[in-house]
C-alpha cells in the first residue's frame, strides 16, 4: 500500500508560483515513478510530469518551461514548481504514484488562477 497527501494548492493571480507537494508513505520502495496529473472543471484528467525513481523527468509539450517536478527522497515528497501560472491552468491536480502491481492516488489539491 502507498498512501499520498498533496497540499500547496490555493489561490493565485495570473503569472504568480506555486509549489505541489506530494507526500507519500506506505510500501516506498516499491514506488517506480511519481507523477501529477490535473482535471479542469468538465475536462478529462491529464497527465502533466513524471519523475522516475532515478530522478528522469518527462513534462507535457504544452506545460515544458513553466512547470518542474523534482523530488526530495529523504522526505520521500515530489514537488511540482508551477510559474508563470495562467488562467487556464485552473484544475484540481493529483498525484500519482506507480507500483509495479498498480497506481496510487492522492485526494488531490485545487489550484486556481485568477485573471
Known amino acids: 500500500q502507498v498512501q499520498l497527501v498533496e497540499s500547496g494548492g490555493g489561490l493565485v493571480q495570473a503569472g504568480g508560483s506555486l509549489r505541489l507537494s506530494c507526500a507519500a508513505s506506505?510500501?516506498?520502495?516499491?514506488?517506480?515513478?511519481m507523477g501529477w496529473y490535473r482535471q479542469a472543471p468538465g475536462k478529462s484528467r491529464e497527465w502533466v510530469a513524471t519523475i522516475s525513481s532515478t530522478s528522469s523527468t518527462n513534462y507535457a509539450d504544452s506545460l515544458k518551461g513553466r512547470f518542474t517536478i523534482s523530488r526530495d527522497t529523504a522526505k520521500n515528497t515530489v514537488y511540482l514548481q508551477m510559474n508563470s501560472l495562467k488562467p487556464e491552468d485552473t484544475a484540481v491536480y493529483y498525484c500519482?504514484?506507480?507500483?509495479?502491481?498498480?497506481?496510487?492516488w492522492g485526494q488531490g489539491t485545487q489550484v486556481t488562477v485568477s485573471s
Open positions: 500519482k504514484a506507480r507500483v509495479p502491481w498498480r497506481d496510487y
Open positions: 506506505g510500501s516506498i520502495s516499491s514506488i517506480n515513478a
